[in-house]
T-cell receptor, first 111, second 116 residues
Framework: GQQVMQIPQYQHVQEGEDFTTYCNSSTTLSNIQWYKQRPGGHPVFLIQLVKSGEVKKQKRLTFQFGEAKKNSSLHITATQTTDVGTYFCAGSSYNTDKLIFGTGTRLQVFP | KAGVTQTPRYLIKTRGQQVTLSCSPISGHRSVSWYQQTPGQGLQFLFEYFSETQRNKGNFPGRFSGRQFSNSRSEMNVSTLELGDSALYLC???????????????FGEGSWLTVV
């Protein structure tokens, strides 16, 4: 079945450093979504990408959807302690209507 | 507009008991999905209900069941609880079927279940 993997599983950075998490799907995706879950909280929708090669920015966050629509990345520039949490990607393929979540990347930022 | 509401927020049960968790979706949303989240397993999909019909099911044993009512509210039930069922159970609602193109889902704050 469809699988969505994320790397790295954990990332510890110093405040001000950049951070990137990568999402890889075993099948072509119709769209990819990103969610953030703060410690003790619930996942919150960040953004959705639908076009091949699409790039979207939200302040210090840059999201990219691969040309083949099988991978995606989230890059945070100059991390802050408020960026702490687990980032999940989630995608659905063209031949199934399930939204499959990635394994998540937990980001820790040290001041 | 009120968000997704889950009750109870915290509960403790003993092995062998059963538990029912409730979810009220965002007004107008017809899809409700349930997820189990544990520290080492990430977000595991349980099932999705749309217009009172179960549309998709994850790889969980038959002890896990759910239903959706005509007002879109949903319940999930776990029978014969095991220690390994201790987890955060998240409900998510959306206006369209879960994997529908362009659809996004909105999570509730979850129900923390501890089985002792």
């Amino acid at each position: 079945g469809q699988q969505v993997m994320q790397i790295p599983q954990y990332q510890h950075v110093q405040e001000g450093e950049d951070f990137t998490t990568y999402c890889n799907s075993s099948t072509t995706l119709s769209n990819i979504q990103w969610y953030k879950q703060r410690p003790g909280g619930h996942p919150v929708f960040l953004i959705q990408l639908v076009k091949s090669g699409e790039v979207k920015k939200q302040k210090r966050l840059t999201f990219q959807f691969g040309e083949a629509k099988k991978n995606s990345s989230l890059h945070i520039t100059a991390t802050q302690t408020t960026d702490v949490g687990t980032y999940f990607c989630a995608g659905s393929s063209y031949n199934t209507d399930k939204l499959i979540f990635g394994t998540g990347t937990r980001l820790q930022v040290f001041p | 507009k009120a968000g997704v509401t889950q009750t109870p927020r915290y509960l403790i049960k003993t092995r062998g008991q059963q538990v029912t968790l409730s979810c009220s979706p965002i007004s107008g949303h017809r899809s409700v999905s349930w997820y189990q989240q544990t520290p080492g397993q990430g977000l595991q999909f349980l099932f999705e209900y749309f217009s009172e019909t179960q549309r998709n099911k994850g790889n969980f044993p038959g002890r896990f069941s759910g239903r959706q009512f005509s007002n879109s509210r949903s319940e999930m039930n776990v029978s014969t609880l095991e220690l390994g069922d201790s987890a955060l159970y998240l409900c998510a609602s959306s206006s369209a079927q879960q994997g529908a193109f362009g659809n996004t889902i909105y999570f509730g704050e979850g129900s923390w279940l501890t089985v002792v």
